[in-house]
């Protein structure tokens, strides 16, 4: 009954810093961020996205984007990246020396409308942009297609529109495209039917999946993607980003629940789960609510039981 | 990429009443018990676990046993079944009109002790006094085999042992074994290992798996199973006994959870999401906490934005 084809080794992308926090109602100070984002580090993260380069006004959350990189001790071997919205953006994660950044634009044109202000072409566009100044500075461009699985406005996506805007993005210069669950909506079918299009249209290698946990569905998510030769995957630490009692909760699927996955499944990610657990632990106070990391919860419930 | 082997049906048996209530720190009151009971029924169950027949003294959360089974409404085609641990319980189980019973051995020594207070040859010895009771009566006798896949006190468990002790329960009459991971370790590398290990020993329709989802991987356990054949799965509806927030909280798989995993499937399970999270929504306040079902909170947020 073992399965043979699940890979033997993939690499996490820690969001935690990034999409964690900016989704938390609270401002983390810079020396918090950066002391996290070393711990991270330490549990053997090998990218971790560090903060976004995007407008203060709409996430006040990020607005030390340069403090928090500055501040970082740089660990050899770590890629340490920044989200970016723009050219104004890439220029400013340039100018703070982050080793790569990503981008995001949307599968739905409602969704492009409301978090970027752009049509989906219009998006593009500046994808194709920013990877072009990109290049000029042999930085590398990663993108999240954001709601791949649905959208809040729109409701279900077509796989198909999936894979066009996928590989128009990998034309553009985006060497890994993360198609993103924005809503948390997907489920191992929908997954199988998102990537046999996208799959049709660009390489495995060029995909990383990217879940939030809305409907606990982000680790059997992943487990298909496994299944179907994905190496890559976006976690955030202690699934910050999302507190299960808040309205509209939609958080990351926590980096502690797919390490004990993939241990179980004896896939190597690097990450050493005890020293990640160890890495969320002083967020908890910071962001003012429970953890949401079910892992985080058993290894917390059975420290207080000592 | 499409999973061709996954079932098209499932049976899912409802242990919400009771795996759920008794593991809450609060008393229910008997008409909510039953209401709920009710509800469950409406919205599509077609097996619900309904109380224990146990000491009161040791889990006084059930001690209004009778009071709930004389108090429902009896729906056509549905099956009501109670937990016992020995003849006694089976003689209360059937005064009160049960349509099943289930028994509880542990595959472990330490846990069974501590959970039976018998040794797990004593308590197979009651297994088997019980299944010849019961067949004068005409009663169906499940087995959950607590520890199937780790023990609180011993750690890991051979999946060897598992197999010798599933088929001992067979042999003895139970007519399904709900293999049951009582603290929630299981991943899926794991659950293959035991049903392989099982499946060479019993057939697979003999067999239902029971997951608590302490550390997130009861879906994604579920679908290994059902990648493996396996059609009966226990949960727990709105995920009730186990605060997330709680310590040492070791909550079942919530059925809200597992509904919508099976429905994006495809998978038939003749109960209704929508009436299955109205069903689960007046236990919270009564618990006191909120119910940590993804899917229930999900719906909650939703609710709260209208």
Do not use: W
């Amino acid at each position: 009954m073992h399965n043979a084809v699940l890979p033997s080794k993939v690499r996490l992308v820690e969001v935690g810093p990034r999409d964690g926090l900016q989704n938390e109602p609270v401002f983390v100070p810079a020396a918090h961020k950066i002391a996290f984002v070393n711990r991270l580090a330490d549990a053997g993260h090998s990218t971790i996205e560090v903060t976004a380069f995007v407008t203060t006004k709409y996430l006040p959350q990020m607005a030390d984007a340069a403090e928090v990189c500055a501040g970082i001790t740089r660990k050899a071997g770590v890629r340490y990246t920044a989200l970016i919205p723009n050219l104004v953006g890439l220029s400013r994660a340039r100018d703070a020396g982050v080793d790569e950044v990503a981008i995001f634009p949307a599968a739905t044109e409602a969704f492009s409308r409301r978090n970027l202000n752009q049509t989906v072409e219009e998006a593009l566009a500046t994808v194709a942009d920013v990877c072009r100044e990109a290049r000029s500075s042999g930085l590398p461009v990663r993108a999240y297609l954001s709601t791949s699985f649905g959208c809040p406005f729109e409701g279900p996506v077509a796989p198909s529109r999936v894979r066009d805007l996928t590989a128009r993005l990998i034309d553009a210069g985006i060497y890994e495209v993360a198609l993103s669950d924005t809503i948390g909506v997907a489920h191992p079918r929908l997954v199988l039917d998102v990537l046999e299009q996208v799959t049709s249209r660009v390489p495995l290698t060029s995909l990383a999946l990217h879940f939030h946990d809305t409907r606990g569905t982000a680790l059997v998510n992943v487990y298909t993607g496994l299944q179907a030769g994905i190496t890559r995957f976006d976690a955030s630490a202690g699934g910050l980003g999302g507190c299960p009692y808040a309205p509209g909760a939609t958080g990351n699927l926590a980096t502690e629940d797919l390490v004990y996955l993939l241990d179980g499944l004896g896939i190597e990610s690097g990450v050493q789960l005890d020293r990640l657990i160890e890495a969320s632990r002083p967020l908890e106070p910071l962001v003012g609510h429970p953890l949401p990391s079910r892992v985080f919860r058993a290894a917390q419930a059975t420290a207080n039981q000592r």
